[in-house]
């Protein structure tokens, strides 16, 4: 029983480490997000699964903000040219 909780923890399952998160797409960090946050509503793991779930999540929250970050940034760079024509200009990192 212990085992599935880690692997719905994220940690993934028979010793194997939990899924780098800076490697996730939006999606699937959103969808394990999703998943912790019913496991701790639910209210049915034991107190330190609960914990290590609960920085798991605030870790995925923290990715998922900056891809949409990153994303919201890419879309106000398309801007509209003369006639109708659309271009997108290069994102500026500093």
């Known amino acids: 029983m212990a085992e599935a909780k880690r692997v719905r923890a994220g940690e993934g399952g028979a010793g194997a480490p939990a899924p780098d998160i800076a490697a996730m797409s939006f999606e699937t960090a959103l969808a394990e997000l999703e998943q912790i946050v019913k496991r701790l509503e639910a209210g ?51």
């Not at 990153?70 to 659309?86: D, P």
Request: glycine share 8%; charged share 40%.
């Open 44 to 94: 049915q793991d034991s107190l330190e699964d609960a914990i290590k779930a609960y920085e798991r999540g605030a870790a995925l929250k923290r990715h998922c903000e900056g891809k949409l970050a990153e994303a919201e940034q890419r879309v106000q760079l398309i801007v509209e040219r003369g006639e109708g024509a659309v271009e997108t200009r290069a994102m500026r990192t500093e």
